[in-house]
């Protein structure tokens, strides 16, 4: 191999360390070659070769296939690499002036750290998200046609490192907005807390004259798979020209891109780590289906669209809070644990219609006498509290656990919190969890939500029709 050439080898394998870079090397390919690869199995892998993360082992060789997914091959494998071509690309986002047009509607993006559009930056192996009006437009020219965008980066976590001063900062830049006159707002925002910060924003801005659309995506903008440009797509429509004046998730409907659902904040929860469909409404049906160029409103019962109406911001928080989900066999040590570590409110996930062991009634009781405040929700998600029911519910009661119907334990916790960053007095935060603010509690489930698919959409209606009688 002559110098020339050992050289521009060298500048093709940046990323590469170790072995992979000698491998490399004695092939004569590197980083954005379009190569064949053959294992010792006789496998064949055709695909352009990648930059390496610099955290990432010196034992593997990255190929973007053809059908755009990733695959590492081992060097020990590899028993033959072809050059086809070369590819090298710039994972750079161009940004372009998005266009403003007057006759659109103004919505406002609030980023708190999502990936709803990015782009690699394969020298670290990170999603780097594009959020400038600009990179945006880059990214998904749709968005130009449906509004005039704003946005306005609040933070940059990872939704599990969303607490109480992220809450309250996002409650009070979503009021800024509003009463400067936005016609919608987004909230950029990973999936994993989602329905947390849905729900405790649900309390915290109330009254809101404009749709308030929390959105975010399950599989990365470099995958083939993503939903995140449809997701963006669908959530910028809803703020833009929905009627749903709520906090409100918009995710994929289906597993495939026919349609996005609008779930209600406070009766949302992710159901699947990976399924790009993961939200479901439970003991409810979902707010709306929403499509590019449509909506269908499967839920009548939501606060409509009102630009007169004026917003109410409560951004109260009190994050001495937990959720203790029961098991069989839990000892008390753990209800005194917290009550000893200044924790003032506990919310308890129950089994059946709201019951734990009576091994734990004395520490609930020291509990409660010593000021705490003990909610009861049950860990079936779907259905509600009936502690009247059985001598260990009717035991509990008779103790000061109160029970809250089918509020989900999730949103019981964000509501709890929200409360006690009110008020301390026992009956004033019983009388605040008992006393509905957005559909937290339901008078009923609807016969048609408990299926997977979620009651009123046109798969489930066809299933119910053929076999409800």
């Known amino acids: 191999m002559s110098e020339n050439k050992k050289t521009e080898i060298k500048d093709k394998l940046k990323g590469y360390k170790g072995l992979a870079r000698e491998r490399l090397a004695a092939w004569g390919v590197g980083v954005w070659s ?11 892998f055709e695909g352009v070769i990648l930059p390496r993360s610099e955290t990432y082992d010196d034992l593997h060789i990255v190929v973007k296939q053809k059908t755009g997914y ?27 002036d998005f266009p403003v047009n007057p006759a659109l509607p103004n919505v406002t993006l609030l980023g708190t750290g999502g990936t709803i559009a990015s782009r690699l930056d394969y020298r670290t192996g990170a999603v780097i998200p594009a959020f400038s009006p600009g990179e945006l437009y880059s990214a998904v020219p749709e968005l130009a046609d449906i509004c005039n965008l704003k946005t306005r980066m609040i933070f940059g976590v990872f ?13 009070k830049a979503i009021v800024e907005e509003i009463e400067a006159g936005a016609d919608g707002i987004v909230i950029g925002h990973g999936t994993d807390t989602m329905g947390h910060t849905a729900a405790i924003l ?12 929390i959105v975010g995506s399950q599989r990365s903008s470099d995958r083939p798979s993503s939903d995140a440009a449809l997701n963006l797509i669908h959530s910028v429509r809803t703020a833009a020209y929905g ?7 918009c995710m994929f409907g289906p597993t495939s891109d026919r349609f996005g659902l609008l779930h209600r904040g406070t009766r949302c929860r992710k159901m699947h780590s990976s399924y790009r469909n993961t939200f479901r409404t439970l003991g ?46 839990m000892k008390p040590d753990l209800v005194d644990a917290l009550v000893e570590k200044g924790y003032r409110g506990i919310v308890i996930a129950g089994t059946g219609l709201g019951h734990v062991n009576r091994a734990l009634f004395p520490a609930l009781e020291r509990a409660v006498k010593a000021g705490v405040h003990i909610v009861m929700t049950v860990q079936t998600l779907w259905g509600y509290t009936q502690m009247f029911v059985y001598d260990t519910g009717r035991d ?74």
């Open 159 to 171: 939704s599990e490192n969303m607490a109480m001063e992220q809450y309250i900062t996002l409650s």
């Open 70 to 96: 990733n695959v590492g091959i081992h060097v020990d494998r590899v028993v033959e690499i072809v050059e086809l071509g070369y590819k090298e690309a710039f994972y750079h986002m161009p940004e372009k």
């Open 396 to 469: 509990l009661l008779n103790l000061g656990i109160v029970q809250l119907d089918n509020m989900l334990p999730e949103t019981a916790l964000m509501k709890l919190s929200w409360v006690l960053g009110q008020t301390d007095d026992h009956e004033e935060v019983m009388r605040m969890m008992r006393e509905p603010i957005n559909h937290e509690i339901t008078e009923r489930e609807p016969h048609n939500g408990y299926i997977i698919l979620q009651g009123g959409l046109p798969d489930t209606e066809e299933y119910i029709k053929k076999y409800w009688k």
């Open 243 to 249: 009627e749903i004046a709520e906090v409100q998730i």
């Open 202 to 213: 649900s309390f915290m801005v109330q009254n809101s004259p404009v749709p308030i659309v």
């Open 34 to 44: 379009d190569v064949r690869i053959v294992n010792d199995a006789g496998s064949v």
């Open 284 to 329: 409810d049906i979902p707010l709306a289906m929403v499509s590019r160029d449509s909506f269908e409103y499967i839920n009548k019962d939501f606060l409509p669209r009102d630009k007169t109406r004026k917003v109410k911001l409560c951004a109260a928080y009190d994050d001495h809070t937990t959720i203790l989900y029961y098991y069989p066999g």
